[in-house]
Structures are given as C-alpha cells and as structure tokens.
C-alpha cells in the first residue's frame, strides 16, 4: 500500500502543515510552538499499511538546551511521563512516538504529538519559575525513593548562640550529613543564599567533634544557570562536599555512603 502523509493530513485538517523529505521521514512542520516561539515539527514514516509518528527526541532536546543541567529532577521527569500518558504516547529513546497509526488517523495523530511536544516544552516554564521550596520539596522524593532516613528543617544552634533551621539532616550508617539547599531563577538573589550558607556552616562548625562524624553538604539547584564559580568557592571553604541537583544520583552517592 503506497501511503502518502502529507496528502492525508490535508484531506483531514486543512492546509496547516508544511511537508519536506526528511529521510527516510517525511517532516511536518506544525503550527505549534515551543515557549521561545520554535517551530515543533513532527516526522511520519510510513510502515506497511500503517505509519510511525514522531518528534525524533527534538522536544526533550529543546528541553535540555534551555539549561545548563545535563539532566532533570525527578518531578520533571515525572512531568514528562505524566505528559505522555495524557496523550497516549510511548517515550522511547526520548522520543516522543505514537506506533502503527491508521492513514485515516494520521492527522489526529500528527496534531495530537504535535501538542505533548508542545506541554513537554511548557515544563521549561517549572524550570524557570520553580522555588527553593519546591526544589527542597523534589530532594525530599529523592531521600524517600532511596530510603534515606531524614529529618527535614532541622533546628540547631549556632556557635553565637542563634538558632539555624537546615533543610535536611540526613542518617547513613557511617556518617550523618547536614544538607542546605540552594535554588533560585534570580542571579541577583545567589549572593544573599551563599553568604547565608557560608554563616550556617560557620556557626554549626562546633557541633563536628571525634566520635559524632557529620559532614555539611552543599547542594545546588544548578538546573537553572544563574551560579558564579565564586559561589562554589567560597562554600567549598566551609562544605565537606558540593553537590549538583542535576546529578542527583551523585547526590545520593554523598548522603548513602
């Protein structure tokens, strides 16, 4: 059976979509839009009597250039599977794709990807606008998906005599870590969070004795590019380990070990 895509779509939706050879695809360029105003295209390769719709992995791509972070919190990875059940999509390789598609459903089925590429983009907006208090929110699914026993906002009281909340005081067999987050989409707000950690460790300096093994961890939410090399400077002084929330795989390996 001799399928042709893009005489399909316009017979069912109008002349929205602009086709081009893209081998052995056929590209589809929509009119959607990813958040910066991109166009989303979506790819169709016709397989027997039926066809395979795709994005080709371009919106998680667009996704992770919107960030330094070489990877994705957890709730963002679960935004993304929940993006793809709501449409009925199948995440493979990081593609978005949609398998077997009748000819009589190929336009449905090009708008239907066409609009998950367009919510996956939309969870740069979380990227953006998310607060320390949700960032905090995400490591504490972290320490309960890998069953470390925490304490959140724990109280202790600095050398000085002041109180400090810390975000997470965290128990492994060998060692306890104290953990202070540090997240924000404003570079104007970075210089007030470090020199609030860099007084926090400070202070809880005198609580380290021989025998009560505890280690300060800093922890950077660095899925939003707004981090000087100053800042992890200055608290490498007074950290025992620097870690990014974009490998929190490494964030669990200086909690658990």
Not at 74 to 89: A, F, L, R, S, Y
Not at 133 to 149: F, H, M, W
Not at 187 to 216: C, I
Not at 226 to 240: C, G, I, N, P, Q
């Amino acid at each position: 059976m001799n399928i042709e895509p893009c005489r399909l779509v316009v017979e069912q939706i109008g002349a929205l979509f602009v086709c081009t050879p893209h081998a052995p695809y056929i590209r589809m360029r929509t009119p959607l839009l990813y958040p910066d105003g991109d166009v989303i295209d979506i790819f169709v390769r016709p397989q027997g009597n039926a066809m395979l719709v795709t994005d080709l992995g371009e919106s998680l791509r667009w996704l992770r250039t919107q960030t330094s972070a070489g990877r994705r919190s957890p709730k963002q990875q679960q935004m993304i599977q929940d993006v793809c059940q709501t449409h009925g999509i199948e995440l493979f390789n990081g593609m978005l794709v949609l398998r077997d598609v009748e000819p009589a459903k190929l336009a449905g089925a090009v708008l239907g990807l066409g609009q998950a590429a367009s919510r996956v983009g939309d969870i740069w907006f979380t990227m953006r606008t998310r607060t320390t208090q949700s960032v905090t929110d995400d490591v504490e699914d972290l320490l309960r998906a890998n069953e470390l026993p925490f304490e959140r906002g724990r109280k202790m009281r600095g050398r000085s005599g002041r109180d400090y909340s810390v975000d997470f005081e965290v128990h492994a067999p060998k060692h306890l870590s104290l953990v202070q987050v540090l997240s924000t989409g404003s570079r104007a707000a970075t210089s007030g969070l470090v020199d609030h950690a860099y007084t926090l460790w400070s202070e809880l300096a005198y609580h380290k004795a021989p025998g009560n093994p505890m280690q300060f961890v800093s922890l950077f939410d660095d899925t939003v590019d707004v981090w000087a090399r100053e800042d992890f400077k200055l608290l490498e002084t007074v950290s025992d380990q620097i870690v990014m929330w974009s490998r929190p795989d490494a964030v669990v390996q200086a909690l658990a070990a």
